[in-house]
């Protein structure tokens, strides 16, 4: 007789646990839904309002870019003097207060980008110096024209990292 109403209780609970296993692990499977949806959504809103901040940087940085290219420079900023040194010193001050300037859009920027757009500064303000130390330049002018020259030879740093930051804003729009 107990083991009848062991089995009777058994047919009882046994449908019942598993009509509240089921339930349970719909439940978790609704819930887990729910909050991905919501990351997604919050996920989608964060990139809609970072889209445009990021762009901004990236412009901010082709301008940057525009402005070291020494061509650029040179006309922007005429030497004060004839020393060669004085005016490679204004042009390379100029440099790194434009990278001042805009050294916090690195966050906004890959790290890819971001090393792209120092290594072009770094090389710029190398080839002034190179350029600089030529015993053949007497005077500033001569120095604009050795710098005309040389960017006539190879292709401007900043060009080329203009060309990547270009490349890599067609890659997240």
Do not use: C
Request: net charge negative; hydrophobic share 45%; proline share 2%.
């Amino acid at each position: 007789m107990e083991t009848d109403k062991w089995i009777e209780l058994a047919m009882y609970t046994l449908p019942a646990v598993v009509t509240g296993g089921i339930a349970y692990l719909m439940m978790q499977k609704f819930v887990n839904l729910d909050e991905n949806r919501r990351k997604f959504q919050l996920l989608r809103d964060n990139q809609k309002q970072a889209l445009p901040i990021r762009l901004q940087a990236y412009e901010r940085m082709a301008l940057f870019l525009e402005r070291i290219n020494p061509l650029k420079l040179m006309i922007r900023v005429a030497p004060f003097s004839n020393d060669t040194v004085d005016y490679m010193n204004l042009l390379i001050q100029n440099i790194e207060q434009e990278y001042e300037h805009n050294v916090t859009q690195q966050i906004y920027l890959s790290d890819e980008a971001w090393v792209m757009v120092v290594n072009a500064k770094n090389a710029i303000n190398q080839n002034l110096r190179n350029l600089a130390a030529d015993s053949e330049i007497k005077d500033a002018d001569q120095y604009r024209l050795k710098v005309l020259s040389s960017l006539m030879e190879t292709e401007s740093a900043s060009q080329l990292a203009l060309e990547f930051l270009k490349s890599e804003i067609k890659d997240f729009i």
